[in-house]
């Protein structure tokens, strides 16, 4: 069965530093994987997805996330981030029978100035 | 355009009662998926519709919660028999077509809480 383990519940950074947060997942079929923010009282937005293809893959805002099947991986990254990207961040993978996504607890990311 | 509504907002109901929590889905998207998120988790999918057909129920915790989208648009969660449990953000989604690799817009959510 799928599953989706985020590994850091809260990251806080200042604003300008690079983040990265953690997505490690268990699938025994072939993968699609997701990253989806949620920005207070506002529903889940996609910031990007792998299919297949290239590992690197590059969202909105600036976001990028490396597929990495040796390390079962799949962390979100963003070189310079601002106060206006703190929200709660959620990884998903797609479950076997692709009738439904299977999220993390999600990661917590906090900017301060 | 108009992304996924969903009403009420929030719903405060008393334990044992029964309650309707409605889905309005982006217009021409075929699939329409149902999740459950509890404080501190992730979402936990609950229902899957192709059209007007559950195609996948297998998320619905028990016999009190159904699910129905009679036109293949707007879709209604019901709970009979509240229990405190129950309280949680509810969340529906809409994708173009089948499948979860297609994108799935979410709507803001049901906040219900059962007393």
């Known amino acids: 069965a799928q599953s989706v383990t985020q590994l850091d519940s809260q990251v806080p950074v200042f604003e300008e530093a690079p983040v990265e947060l953690r997505c490690n997942y268990s699938?025994?079929?072939?993968?699609?994987l997701f990253w989806y923010v949620q920005y207070p009282n506002q529903g889940l937005q996609l910031l990007l997805k792998?299919?297949?293809?290239?590992?690197l893959v590059k969202g909105i805002n600036g976001f990028e996330a490396e597929f990495n099947k040796s390390q079962t991986s799949f962390h979100l990254r963003k070189p310079s981030v601002h106060i206006s990207d703190t929200a709660e961040y959620f990884c998903a993978v797609r479950n076997q029978a692709g009738t439904a996504l299977i999220f993390g607890k999600g990661t917590t990311l906090s900017v301060s100035s | 355009g108009a992304g996924v509504s969903q009403t009420p907002s929030n719903k405060v109901t008393e334990k044992g009662k029964y309650v309707e929590l409605r889905c309005d889905p982006i217009?021409?998207?075929?699939?329409l998926y149902w999740y459950r998120q509890s404080l501190g988790q992730g979402p936990e999918f609950l229902i899957y519709?192709?059209?007007?057909?559950?195609?996948?129920d297998s998320g619905l915790p028990n016999d009190r919660f159904f699910a129905v989208r009679p036109e293949g648009s707007v879709s209604t969660l019901k709970i009979q028999r509240t229990e405190r449990g129950d309280s949680a953000v509810y969340l529906c989604?809409?994708?173009?077509?089948?499948?979860?690799?297609?994108?799935?817009?979410f709507g803001p959510g049901t906040r219900l809480t059962v007393t």
């Open positions: 699938s025994s079929v072939s993968v699609y």
């Open positions: 519709f192709q059209g007007t057909g559950a195609a996948d």
């Open positions: 989604a809409s994708s173009q077509t089948s499948g979860a690799t297609y994108e799935q817009y």
């Open positions: 217009s021409g998207h075929t699939a």
């Open positions: 792998y299919l297949s293809g290239s590992t």
